[in-house]
């Protein structure tokens, strides 16, 4: 025998909807606070389809390089190709 689905009434889905909006506002406050503690930084994206034969790949170790030269963190989105360049 099946279980009959639970369907949600209109004020149920309502009250859910409300409270959402305040767990994705602590989720931007928890990401600002952890961000705040690591210092100024540059983001680097890119393909991660990138070869570190390329050209490009080559552009970003060294624009890396000179970003934390100067002082500066290197984020990346950890990924192959261009972020790892940057990494």
């Not at 149920?12 to 409300?18: A, G, V």
């Not at 961000?35 to 490009?56: E, H």
């Not at 934390?68 to 190709?81: E, L, N, Q, S, W």
Request: aromatic share 10%.
């Amino acid at each position: 025998m099946r279980d009959e689905q639970h369907h949600k009434r209109w004020n149920e889905i309502k009250t859910n909807d409300s409270w959402a909006i305040f767990k994705i506002m602590g989720e931007f406050v928890n990401g600002y606070e952890k961000l705040s503690r690591i210092g100024p930084c540059v983001s680097i994206f890119g393909s991660a389809r990138t070869k570190p034969d390329n050209k490009y790949y080559k552009l970003a170790e060294e624009v890396a390089a000179k970003i934390v030269d100067h002082g500066y963190g290197v984020i990346t989105g950890g990924g192959p190709g261009i972020m790892e360049a940057g990494n």
